[in-house]
């Protein structure tokens, strides 16, 4: 993945995105006698909690914890972080991109009570699957978290569903799990030009690509680079949450830090 990413202030985005909410916007205005903690300060501490992998009783700051866990509730409620990633998406125009990736990943989760299923190839153990469809550049695009035991093939189709709108003469690369005669014939019929690795188990008649083609398909690796970026934090890639929400609330965090310039 390109260290190059999108020019903006995470924190700065972040408040901009609370000051358009309209049933917590005071809060975090700091203008009360009892505020005693800035809003940057705030997510800095969540921040840390995300990416060190420590629990909320062993946070670094002063800070007391419950506070900690507290504004991450309150910013999860209203989908702060999802609405900051997409917004930023929209303003750099990267739905725009030409050339689009897909494929999943698994987190394994063993305290979650929700949305988990074991997956065989998963050495059986209950997960999360994450699937990303992204640009060129590995830039997520649209995100869906279910359960582990669901395949490529069902998240590819909620993809198309929730995207067809966006797939017109798109080009999507996928790796071999995706090899399907319907997931062709749906990307056709909206469009997009699938580039998809051969699967002899899916496919009655072997597809070859051409030159141009193969030259397209290198760039699949970079939804690959994004799943290693993410799973750098430790609190995305070793789950310690209850809760399927909590978790995307997180995630979208992660992908925040993972898409702007360094």
């Known amino acids: 993945m390109k260290k190059l990413r999108l020019n903006f202030d995470i924190i700065n985005e972040i408040y901009d995105t609370i000051q358009n909410t309209k049933k917590i916007k005071n809060n975090y205005k700091n203008k009360y006698p009892n505020t ?17 992998g420590c629990s909320f009783r062993n946070l670094r700051s002063v800070m007391n914890f419950r506070t900690v866990h507290y504004h991450l509730q309150i910013f999860k409620l209203h989908n702060i972080f999802k609405r900051t990633y997409m917004k930023i998406i929209n303003k750099f125009k990267i739905l725009d991109s030409k050339i689009l990736i ?8 063993t305290n979650g009570i929700n949305k988990l299923g074991r997956n065989k190839f998963n050495k059986n153990k209950k997960s999360y699957k994450i699937s990303f469809i992204t640009d060129i550049n590995g830039i997520p ?8 035991n669901k395949s490529d093939i069902v998240f590819i189709n909620m993809h198309i569903n929730k995207m067809k709108n966006k797939l017109n003469d ?13 997931i062709r014939t749906s990307l056709n019929k909206y469009n997009c030009k699938p580039i998809i690795s051969y699967n002899k188990r899916n496919a009655k008649e072997k597809i070859h ?22 799973k ?13 929400s909590s978790y995307v609330n997180i995630l979208f965090l992660g992908m925040l830090n993972m898409i702007k310039i360094k």
């Open 102 to 109: 897909t494929d999943t990943t698994f987190i394994n989760n």
């Open 36 to 52: 005693k903690y800035s809003f940057r300060e705030i997510i800095e501490e969540i921040m840390y909690y995300v990416k060190s």
């Open 232 to 244: 750098k934090y430790k609190n995305i890639s070793q789950i310690n949450m209850k809760f399927l």
């Open 141 to 148: 695009l649209d995100i869906i978290v279910d359960s582990g």
């Open 170 to 182: 798109k080009i999507l690369l996928a790796d071999a799990g995706y090899c399907s005669k319907n």
């Open 209 to 230: 690509l051409s030159d141009e083609n193969k030259q397209i398909y290198r760039n699949r690796i970079n939804v690959e680079n994004a799943f290693c970026y993410l």
